[in-house]
Structure formats: C-alpha cells, structure tokens
C-alpha cells in the first residue's frame, strides 16, 4: 500500500505560480512512475504530468508545456509540481498518484493504483 497526501494548493491571480507538494508513505519504490491529474468541476480527470524517477522521465500534458515542472525527491519520498503562469482554466482540484505496475511513464490514470485526497487550485483573473 502507497499513501499519499497533497499540500500546496490555494488561491492565486492569473499570472502567479504555486508549488504543489505530494508526500508518499508505505511502500514506495524508485522504481514507480508517479504522477499529477487535475479534475475541474463538470470535467473528466485529466492527465497534467509525470515523472520517472528510476529512468529519470518526465512527460507533460501539451496545456501545461512551458509553465509546470513535475519533479521528486525520493530520498523525502515527496513529488512536486511546480506551476508557473497559472491560468484560469487551471482552477481544479489536482491529484498525485502512483503507478507500480508501469515501468515508464504512464499519462492515463487506469495505469495507476494509488491516489491521494486532491488539493485544490484556483485561478483567478
């Protein structure tokens, strides 16, 4: 069992940045992929980004190219994703999860097993 538990979200203007934080707990692997969803009200989660620490890969949904920066620390076994010219069309609540089936980098969420509780952004204009 993988736990994990985001941090980070919040209120900011168009235009700010913000760092999400997610802190993983249980059996943990360097081998997972890991990953960030986001889901806004009336939408389907959409994949935002990934990384892999153990071939050391990152993959971006092509909305978020340029302003996000998905990375980890493994040794606090924490995922980060840093935001960057935040938009509106950002606002949702936005997942971490992790994958220890898929040995690469995974950017649907049926390839991951564990999920945390989501943190909310919000973007205002």
């Known amino acids: 069992q993988v736990q994990l538990v985001e941090s980070g979200g919040g209120l900011v203007q168009a235009g700010g940045s913000l760092r999400l934080s997610c802190a993983a707990s249980?059996?943990?692997?360097?081998?997972?992929?890991m990953g960030w969803f986001r889901q806004a009200p009336g939408k389907e989660r959409e994949f935002v980004a990934a990384?892999?620490?153990?071939?050391?890969?990152?993959v971006y949904a092509d909305s978020v190219k340029g302003r996000f920066t998905i990375s980890g620390d493994y040794a606090k076994n924490t995922l980060y994703l840093q935001m960057n010219s935040l938009k509106p069309e950002d606002s949702a609540v936005y997942y971490c999860?992790?994958?220890?089936?898929?040995?690469?980098?995974?950017?649907?969420?049926?390839?991951?097993?564990?999920w945390g509780q989501g943190t909310q952004v919000t973007v205002y204009s």
């Open positions: 999860a992790a994958s220890p089936r898929i040995r690469g980098l995974a950017t649907t969420g049926d390839a991951y097993d564990y």
């Open positions: 990384i892999w620490w153990i071939g050391v890969g990152t």
């Open positions: 249980g059996r943990t692997s360097s081998s997972y992929t």
